[in-house]
Each structure stands twice: as C-alpha cells, then as structure tokens.
C-alpha cells in the first residue's frame, strides 16, 4: 500500500458542471499522475507532476486543468464536464524516478449524463 | 511510434496452465517494459519489469520473455490459478514517454 487515497470513488454529475477529483498521498513522492481508463484504450495519461506548482500535459489533457499546490494532494479540474469524460480515473505515483507509475490509486468512477 | 499492441484481448485458461501473453512495440528508445495487474475496482499493480538488456525476468510463476530485435515482449503465468483471474497491461517506457497496451482479460477456470 503506498498510501495514496483518491476521493470521491463514485460520482455522478451533469454535463457542463465543473468537477474536481482529488488524490492524497501520505509519503511525500515528488511524482505524481492523473490516468483514466477506458475499454479498448488501457491507460492514458491526462497529467503529471513533478513536484509542488510544476505540472506538464499529458497525451489526453484537453478539458482537463490540475493543480499541485502541497506534494501530498494532486487535484484534477474538469471545467465544465462532457460525456465524453465519462470514465474511470486512476492516480498513481513513481517512487525515485520519473514517467514511471509503480503505485495507483483504487480510481474514480466519474459518471456524466 | 508511441502504441504498444497487445494480444490477446480476453484468455481463457484452465487451472495449471500456462497464461501467455503478448506485447509489440515500434519505438526502438523505450528501454523499461513493466507488466500491471488490475483486478476489479482496483488501480493497476506493478507486477515484474524487465530492461533490453536481459532477455528474460523470472519472479514466482511469472515470466517475461523479451525479444529486442523483434520488439516483442511476453508475460508468462505458469501453473495459473483463479485468482491469477484479473486484467493485465503491458507498458513500455523511454523515460520521457510511457504508454500502456490496450490490456488482456484472463479469466482461469477452476
């Protein structure tokens, strides 16, 4: 268990309403990323971190804002949600070095009707 | 050049068999190739990884067998059990980009 916790775990809202997922980690890893999961696609990574306020793109970043303003919480923002968002979204965190994921989160199962 | 393919989609394999399962890259610069177990409702789990530099990772019952000149890398599952049951990723990285395969359904029967 490498500590990391993301909240909420289920949640359901309206198109074009804002969304914010969080993921909490208890020890401190410089990186940090947001994935989501779909059927056919396996993970892609919308975001990433390397340390506090220092953020970069991912391959699927469009609609999709983070913030890292303390190393333990890495915040995903969807500004005004589509359908298309729909999905399962994963944090993980690599221990020592960078574009490695090694420990995710048990993910966010975001619903948009 | 970023796409790992991965095969099959979905596996079914009988209790003490052998779970194999395939992966092909096109970028020659990706030098760290990880496999990730997932089961429902979880987040993927590192499971073994394997470097260019050796041609097979052996940890337990799991296996990768890695072929460079082909681009292709492998995961074994020997003597599989129902709780091997789970989906599977194969990954590849360069150190500034890592991609994940599509992922592999194994369902083991008891």
């Known amino acids: 268990d490498a500590g990391i916790t993301q909240s909420p775990r289920h949640k359901v809202t309206e198109t074009g309403t804002p969304v914010t997922l969080r993921c909490h980690q208890t020890?401190?890893?410089?990186?940090m990323y947001w994935y989501r999961q779909d059927p056919g696609h396996g993970l892609r990574l919308i975001h990433y971190s390397y340390g506090v306020k220092d953020t970069d793109k991912g391959e699927v970043s469009d609609g999709y804002s983070v913030s890292r303003s303390k190393t333990e919480d890495f915040l995903l923002t969807l500004e005004s949600a589509t359908s298309s968002q729909t999905s399962v979204y994963f944090c993980?965190?690599?221990?020592?070095?960078?574009?490695?994921?090694?420990?995710f989160g048990d993910g966010t199962r975001l619903s948009i009707l | 050049q970023q796409q790992v393919k991965q095969s099959p989609q979905s596996l079914i394999v009988q209790k003490g068999g052998i779970s194999i399962i395939n992966c092909a890259y096109e970028n020659t610069a990706f030098d760290y190739f990880p496999w990730y177990q997932q089961f429902p409702g979880k987040g993927p789990a590192l499971l073994i990884a394997?470097?260019?530099?050796?041609s097979e990772k052996k940890e337990g019952r799991f296996t990768i067998s890695f072929n460079k000149s082909a681009k292709q890398f492998s995961l074994h599952i020997m003597d599989s059990q129902p709780g091997d049951s789970a989906t599977y990723f194969c990954a590849a990285s360069n150190g500034q980009n890592f991609v994940f395969g599509p992922g592999t359904r194994l369902s083991v029967l008891p």
């Open positions: 993980a965190i690599s221990v020592g070095q960078a574009n490695q994921p090694q420990h």
């Open positions: 394997i470097r260019p530099d050796v």
């Open positions: 020890e401190n890893h410089r990186y």
